[in-house]
C-alpha cells in the first residue's frame, strides 16, 4: 500500500488544530501525519504535538508546506489545512487515482461548512475551475506525487498564489484528478466580509496575479480585506525647522 504523508501547515490555529489533527489520525490511522508550524505565538504547536510531528518553518504557507515535504517519507504527499474537514473515504481514491503513473496529482470536490446561495455558487465554480482549467487550491486538499513534487522542487516561494502556480506547474507534467470525496472548508473569513463581496475580491486578486503583479503586494492586498480603499498607515508628521 502506498505511503501516504498528511501535511498541514498551521499558524496560530489553537482553536482548530486538536480537533483537526485528532480526527485526521481517526480517519487516516496508517498516514503519517505531519503538522507545520510557521511561529505560531498561540498553543497551536503543544495541541498538535498530542497527534502528530510536529515541526517549526519559517511563516508563509508555501516555505510550511515545503518543510514539511522535506521531513515526510510518503510517495503521496497531501497538503490539508487545520481549518477543513476531509471525507474518510478520501484516501482510498486519492490511491485509486494515483494507480495512473500519468497521474500527477489532484484534489477533492471543495464544500463550505454552510450552506448559503453564495458559498454553494463559489464551491460550484471552485469545483468547475479544477475540472476544466486544472486550478486547485489549497483548500481543496493538494495532493502530488512525490516525484514530481521533488521534480518541481516543490511548492513556488511566493507569499500568496503558491498552490495556484504549483497546480499550474503540475498539469504540465501530467494529468491532476479532482476526486469525488469532500474537503469541507470553513467559511468563516469568507461570511465576516460578506461571501459575495469576497468572491468579487478573489477574482480581482488573481487578475492581479496573472497581470504580472507582486505576489507579496497581493497578499498584503488580501489581508487588508475587501475595502474598496485599504486603509493606510498614516504618514509621521513633519517636524517643523527650527
Same mark, same amino acid.
Given at each position: 500500500?502506498?505511503?501516504? =504523508?498528511?501535511?498541514?501547515? #498551521?499558524?496560530? !490555529?489553537?482553536?482548530?488544530?486538536?480537533?483537526?489533527?485528532?480526527?485526521?489520525?481517526?480517519? *487516516?490511522?496508517?498516514? !503519517?501525519?505531519?503538522?507545520?508550524? /510557521?511561529?505560531?505565538?498561540? +498553543?497551536?504547536?503543544?495541541? +498538535? #504535538? +498530542?497527534?502528530?510531528?510536529?515541526?517549526? =518553518?519559517?511563516? /508563509?504557507? #508555501?516555505?510550511? $508546506?515545503?518543510? /514539511?515535504?522535506?521531513?515526510?517519507? /510518503?510517495?503521496i504527499l497531501w497538503f490539508v489545512h487545520a481549518d477543513t474537514d476531509i471525507a474518510p473515504e478520501a484516501l482510498d481514491q486519492i490511491r485509486a487515482a494515483l494507480t495512473d503513473p500519468a497521474v500527477v496529482g489532484g484534489g477533492l470536490t471543495l464544500r463550505f461548512d454552510r450552506r448559503t446561495p453564495a458559498l454553494n455558487y463559489l464551491a460550484w465554480t471552485s469545483n468547475a475551475r479544477a475540472r476544466r482549467l486544472h486550478h486547485i487550491f489549497?483548500?481543496? +486538499? $493538494? *495532493?502530488?506525487?512525490?516525484?514530481? *513534487?521533488?521534480?518541481?522542487?516543490? *511548492?513556488?516561494?511566493?507569499?500568496?498564489?503558491?498552490?495556484?502556480?504549483?497546480?499550474?506547474?503540475?498539469?504540465?507534467?501530467?494529468?491532476?484528478?479532482?476526486?469525488? #470525496?469532500?474537503?469541507t472548508a470553513s467559511s468563516r473569513r469568507l461570511t465576516a466580509h460578506g461571501t459575495w463581496r469576497m468572491i468579487a475580491f478573489m477574482q480581482y486578486l488573481k487578475l492581479l496575479y496573472f497581470a504580472g503583479a507582486d505576489p507579496e503586494a497581493i497578499r498584503a492586498r488580501y489581508a487588508a480585506g475587501p475595502r474598496l480603499f485599504p486603509k493606510r498607515t498614516p504618514a509621521a508628521p513633519r517636524t517643523s525647522r527650527p
Open positions: 500500500m502506498t505511503q501516504v =504523508s498528511i501535511i498541514v501547515p #498551521a499558524l496560530n !490555529e489553537e482553536a482548530a488544530i486538536d480537533r483537526a489533527a485528532s480526527r485526521l489520525c481517526r480517519d *487516516f490511522p496508517d498516514c !503519517e501525519l505531519i503538522v507545520v508550524d /510557521g511561529g505560531s505565538t498561540d +498553543a497551536t504547536a503543544e495541541l +498538535a #504535538a +498530542a497527534h502528530a510531528t510536529v515541526i517549526t =518553518s519559517e511563516r /508563509g504557507r #508555501a516555505r510550511q $508546506m515545503n518543510e /514539511g515535504a522535506r521531513h515526510a517519507s /510518503g510517495d489549497g483548500d481543496q +486538499a $493538494m *495532493f502530488i506525487r512525490r516525484s514530481a *513534487f521533488d521534480e518541481l522542487g516543490g *511548492f513556488p516561494d511566493l507569499a500568496i498564489m503558491e498552490d495556484l502556480e504549483m497546480s499550474r506547474r503540475l498539469h504540465r507534467r501530467g494529468p491532476l484528478r479532482l476526486l469525488p #470525496a469532500t474537503s
